[in-house]
């Protein structure tokens, strides 16, 4: 037997993207989706993350779960520069139906309409949902 | 395997990690470092303190290559090297230094 590792993966990089749905506490999708993100980083992937629907609420500023038993997790997003998931989008839609603007989030996201969401969903590798 | 501090039993999972960040003290994190057969000088601490202070504000450990460039951007090319980190804690200073530090095990560490 060879020490050939069966799949060669050095230097493949692929495009994802992980699309948060939902809520931020209430289910685990939502941390288990970041700490994806991280390990894909960690993997020097092409990642890219976008919040939508209630999504949006993740990076919302001033969270405070204590009450739920749950760890606030929002600053973990402010850690994503430095792992170099720089491509944070938000959708217009779900933003303005909820009442938020881009001062009330933890990080910079960029802005786009549904459709223009739709064009970079379509351009992607990997797209996984929570 | 627990570790006695002070004549407090302090619990680990099966890797090491404390169960109770809460708990950690520099007198666990000297025994952590004992363990571990690393003597902790000026400059571990340094490393470990920088992680601690970046679990508190981020909420994870974080991994080699983001730990590596956060020390080069706040020390300097010199201590922001894989080959300075891993002089310092041979069995790998993500996981060998954020265990000192009382840190879960860095995400994307496998």
Not at chain 1, 36 to 56: I, K, P, R, Y
Not at chain 1, 80 to 94: F, I, R, T, W
Not at chain 2, 22 to 43: F, K, N
Request: hydrophobic share 40%.
């Amino acid at each position: 037997m060879s020490e050939e590792p069966v799949f060669d993966t050095q230097g493949v990089v692929k495009k994802f993207m992980y699309v948060n749905r939902r809520a931020p506490y209430g289910t685990i999708y939502p941390l288990e989706i970041l700490e994806s993100v991280l390990v894909a980083a960690a993997f020097e992937q092409d990642t890219s993350v976008a919040f939508l629907d209630d999504g949006v609420f993740q990076i919302k500023k001033g969270q405070d779960p204590k009450e739920l038993g749950m760890k606030n997790f929002s600053p973990t997003f402010r850690a994503l520069a430095g792992y170099d998931v720089e491509k944070l989008y938000v959708e217009k839609e779900s933003m303005d139906a909820r009442g938020l603007k881009v001062d009330d989030f933890v990080v910079k996201v960029r802005v786009v309409s549904a459709a223009e969401l739709a064009k970079l969903m379509a351009e992607q590798d990997i797209l996984i949902t929570g | 395997m627990p570790y006695t501090v002070n004549g407090n039993t302090i619990e680990t999972d099966e890797e090491g990690y404390l169960m109770d960040l809460s708990l950690w003290t520099q007198d666990i994190a000297a025994a952590i470092a004992q363990a571990e057969s690393v003597d902790m000088t000026d400059e571990h601490w340094q490393v470990v303190n920088f992680l601690r202070d970046y679990y508190n504000e981020y909420q994870i450990a974080p991994a080699i290559r983001v730990l590596t460039k956060a020390m080069k951007e706040k020390f300097g090319p010199e201590k922001g090297s894989n080959k300075y980190l891993y002089d310092l804690f041979p069995y790998g200073p993500a996981k060998q230094a954020c265990k000192i530090a009382g840190l879960p095990k860095p995400t994307g560490c496998v």
